[in-house]
């Protein structure tokens, strides 16, 4: 049986959040649960997820940082992001892919089960 992959959730809305962790349980992922940024590096760290879905707007920390910081470390670097955000400036997705996102979805286009075909085609996973 296949290692089940392990998916860091960083959003700062409970529902949302409460929405996405029950999907991705549901489709065989682990689950990390972060409610921001600053909490999102320490789950990094104690974790090391698979694939991230990361907010941009958050308190302490938001998105943008928290991308950087992934991406500014050899360690860390190699993680697949997909942001997952309400954030629909063309700057602000441009800004994101270039920085090393894999993926950039607005919360409002994607319904879960289309987020979770994302995550799987990132991931490298048969659908």
């Known amino acids: 049986m296949p290692e089940r992959k392990k998916i860091l ?3 700062d809305d409970a529902f949302v959040r409460d929405i996405y962790h029950t999907k991705l349980k549901m489709e065989g992922f682990d689950v990390v649960l972060a409610e921001n940024g600053l909490e999102a590096i320490k789950r990094v760290r104690e974790q090391k997820p698979d694939l991230i879905l990361l907010d941009i707007v ?3 920390m938001d998105g943008t940082e928290v991308l950087k910081e992934l991406k500014g470390n050899d360690e860390w670097s190699k993680i697949s992001v997909i942001l997952l ?6 700057e602000k997705v441009e800004e994101t ?3 090393g996102a ?6 409002s286009h994607f319904t879960p089960s289309e987020v979770i075909e ?4 990132v991931l490298g996973m048969a659908a």
């Open 85 to 90: 955000t309400n954030l629909s400036d063309k």
């Open 102 to 107: 894999n993926d950039y979805l607005i919360k």
């Open 58 to 60: 958050m308190p302490y």
């Open 97 to 99: 892919l270039l920085s």
């Open 9 to 11: 959730l960083v959003e």
């Open 118 to 121: 994302k995550v799987r085609k």
